[in-house]
């Protein structure tokens, strides 16, 4: 990483100030790197760095001498930034083992990028593969499902041309393809086919005399076709989930090439999350109402929702569980006999601490085995927080789940007996940040793991026995680079009592300060503080692109987990709400007034950063404490809670964090309406001083642009140096390369020619 490291090293800028009173001297600052082409350098460095997205687990193969192995395949995302893409590639690995232990580890070849794959998945005997492919043919995009079997294509299968339904759903939210036990059929969801809409003055094309196969399918949809339909509007999911609207179970027969949308689904369901039930006699799937309407469904568990079973013969489909709670993610053991899933309330908090129960497939009683945890208990245990298990999550005993959340600031593997509830941590005590379980096969757990100064690294371990007292034994199988230049530690703050919640007293809350590991004798470090979105969400210590680029230019990080920060317990969560703009915006300033008490920051080189709550609540800041901050970022950020409540794909946030329950049925009255403009950013617009970047995603449905507009004609008014950077073709997440390596780059000038004019 080399020489734009050492060329940024050549160019750095030393900065002084001039202190008050009698005592004014001059203070030399942490040198900075402020030049554009440097800047770029660091950060086109770091973003090599590939991340994990997936991980599976072959059968277990005897070589000829008694060795047993097996390879584990693995999914990586690596930013492009010369073809402005993130890049997918494959790589595997030959694990040798016995039944409790990793005795060699290599990598096999080397990687490959993965071009045109939605989806694919090896059946449970891993001798066939299935992958769904867009390609395009003659100018036309199409959708493939393609059978492999060894070292050829088996089956390939026009979906688009068949026309049974619309494009595949890839998505984690809904998105599946799950072989049945028996290898015979393939299960997936994609959307439900329209009829063809055409203007009512449309003219009529002659009778078809021909019976040919083109000329029947034509016929066909002419039947089928619909006047004065053209342009109604249908709803979606929201938020990253634009286009699905009315998805369907589909089945591939392999050996007749035959495909089928199940039938006997509810109307007024949308089934995702599918699997093959025991014994293949049907498919068992969470099913979300979407009656009176559909609302965001992204990073929104707390959606009502059910298991379902729909019996292959007969079409009869049966609710399993209450229908009166939101549930996700549900995961068959591997004795076909039990299911475990996440449970969580309706409404309220969009994410929440959650319940792991199950559902005995043979009895039909379900039993909570985890519940929510209102406060830590002394064995630190927080509860839950995921609205998403790890493609498989079971022992092989099926006694047992992995579960990688969130415990405070660090994201650990939780180990749940699912016959005592017990919960211990396999990770706890470990120097790592954030560990994520990508997949557990016959007890071979395969993990990714990080920290602020060490990008993500792939590892393999055996679970221990039930009754063993031993800890896991972690192979790297593809080690990281750690930066010893970054330093990184969790603090924990206490409200002053002023400050603490009377109907939720006694709770603290953490920040991540990531910074340069060496700071020279005297020399104050600029200080950038980062509230996360949400509000109900948090920063875990893992690698964080931005984070350790701004930190390599010489700046300090403050990573603020709030109270209502997710992994500390529901209470935590539960005492924001009705109390957004200031409990929230008290905790950020009390968290950074700490830290500069401290002899390592400069006072006057305070900047604050955040998207969509964390902007909400930069606005905020810069509002209610004038000056302080002397530049601020605010991507995507919510301005007006009022305004917003009639545009966005969430209006139970709006509410739910202005403190009022939400219904359906519920419209805002005078009162409410006021409530919210009172605790929104724009309610101190006119006590702004600090310059503010807006960037904005033109296709953002969570927190419409209009937010971010609205907030920059209110300072422009008031002659508040106001920027917008407008990215067009980018949603909420403002992810897509081009607008996030453009969206740091100038966030950083941003923060460099504010805090150093």
């Known amino acids: 990483m ?6 940024a090293a050549c160019r750095l800028v030393s900065r002084g100030r001039v202190g008050a009173g009698a005592m004014s001297h001059c203070v030399p600052c942490r040198q900075v790197v402020t030049e554009p082409r440097d800047i770029a350098g660091l950060y086109r460095d770091l973003s090599l760095f590939p991340s994990l997205s997936r991980a599976d687990v072959g059968p277990v193969v005897t070589s000829q001498y008694g060795g047993k192995y097996s390879n584990i395949y693995t999914e990586w995302s690596q930013r492009d930034l010369d073809r402005n893409e993130n890049v997918k590639f494959c790589r595997q690995y030959t694990v040798f083992h016995d039944e409790t232990s990793v005795v060699y580890s290599a990598a096999s070849g080397n990687c490959t990028e993965i071009k045109g794959e939605v989806q694919s998945k090896d059946s449970p005997s891993g001798e066939m593969k299935a992958v769904v492919r867009e390609c395009s043919v003659k100018g036309e995009d199409k959708q493939f499902l393609e059978i492999w ?3 050829m294509k088996m089956r390939s299968i026009n979906l688009t041309a068949l026309k049974k339904h619309g494009k595949v759903y890839e998505d984690d939210q809904f998105g599946c393809l799950v072989w049945s036990h028996s290898e015979t059929h393939l299960l997936y969801v994609a959307e439900r086919k329209r009829p063809k809409a055409e203007s009512f003055f449309q003219s009529e094309s002659p009778e078809l005399s021909s019976i040919g196969d083109e000329e029947e399918t034509m016929r066909v949809e002419k039947k089928e076709t619909v006047k004065g339909e053209q342009f109604v509007f249908y709803e979606d ?6 286009g699905k609207s009315c998805p369907v179970l589909c089945v591939l027969d392999i050996e007749g090439d035959n495909v089928s949308v199940l039938e006997g689904v509810p109307e007024d369901i949308s089934p995702g999350q599918a699997f093959w039930a025991p014994g293949d006699t049907g498919v068992v799937f969470v099913g979300w109402w979407h009656e009176p309407f559909r609302m965001g ?3 929104c568990p707390n959606r009502r929702s059910s298991l379902f079973y729909v019996d292959l013969t007969g079409g009869k489909c049966e609710q399993l569980t209450s229908g009166t709670s939101a549930v996700c993610s549900p995961r068959l053991s591997p004795d076909q006999c039990r299911i475990v899933y996440l449970e969580c309330s309706v409404y309220g908090p969009h994410m929440q601490c959650s319940r792991l129960c199950m559902y005995d497939w043979y009895t039909k009683k379900t039993s909570v085995v985890v519940d929510v945890v209102k406060r830590p208990g002394e064995d630190g245990f927080a509860g839950i927080y995921s609205s998403q298990l790890s493609p498989q999550c079971w022992s092989a005993d099926s006694q047992r789940v992995i579960v990688a959340c969130p415990q405070r600031s660090r994201k650990d593997l939780l180990m749940v007996n699912t016959s005592t509830g017990s919960v211990i941590s396999l990770t706890s005590g470990t120097d790592v940040g954030s560990w994520c379980l990508l997949n557990i096969q016959r007890d071979v757990m395969v993990v990714s ?6 990008p993500p690294s792939l590892r393999v371990g055996f679970l221990p026995a039930s009754d063993s007292q031993e800890k896991v034994i972690w192979v790297t199988l593809e080690d990281s680079q750690t930066m010893s230049e970054i330093d990184w530690q969790i603090l924990t703050f206490t409200p002053p009592p002023e400050q603490d919640n009377s109907q939720y007293p006694g709770l603290d809350f953490e920040a991540l300060l990531i910074k340069p590991k060496e700071v020279p004798h005297a020399v104050k470090l600029p200080l950038v503080v980062i509230p996360h979105g949400g509000p109900h969400s948090v920063f875990v210590a893992d690698w964080l692109l931005s984070s350790s680029v701004l930190c390599k230019m010489g700046f300090a990080i403050l990573l603020v987990n709030y109270r209502g920060s997710l992994g500390y317990g529901q209470d935590s969560i539960l005492s924001l709400p009705g109390n957004v703009g200031t409990q929230d915006v008290k905790d950020v300033q009390f968290a950074v007034e700490s830290v500069l008490k401290g002899d390592l920051f400069d006072m006057q080189k305070v900047a604050v950063s955040g998207g969509s709550h964390g902007g909400f609540l930069g606005c905020h800041l810069i509002g209610q404490y004038p000056g302080f901050y002397k530049a601020c970022v605010a991507r995507n950020p919510v301005t007006n809670l009022a305004s917003m409540i009639g545009s966005t794909d969430i ?13 359906t049925d519920c419209l805002p009255d005078p009162a409410l309406w006021e409530e919210m403009l ?3 950013p724009i309610k101190h617009v006119a006590q702004v001083q600090t310059p503010v970047l807006l960037t904005l995603g033109e296709d953002d ?34 992810s897509k390369v081009d607008a996030e390596s453009d969206g740091f780059m100038n966030i950083a000038m941003w923060i460099i020619q504010n805090l150093y004019p």
């Not at 080399?2 to 060329?7: I, N, R, T, V, W």
């Not at 209006?651 to 219904?663: F, K, L, N, Q, T």
């Not at 449905?701 to 950077?725: H, S, T």
């Open 449 to 454: 793991c990080s920290s602020p100064n060490c």
């Open 237 to 242: 999911w929201g938020e990253a989930l634009v």
């Open 701 to 734: 449905k969570r927190v419409p642009n209009k937010q971010g507009i609205e907030y920059y004609r209110a300072l422009k008014a008031k002659q508040v140096p106001v920027r917008i950077l407008w990215y067009p073709g980018n949603n909420h997440s403002l």
């Open 651 to 663: 209006p139970d946030w709006c509410m739910v964090e202005a403190g009022y329950d939400y219904g």
């Open 2 to 7: 080399s020489k734009a490291l050492s060329a």
């Open 149 to 151: 079997s060894k070292n």
């Open 297 to 299: 469904l992204k990073y």
């Open 678 to 680: 009172n605790k929104s």
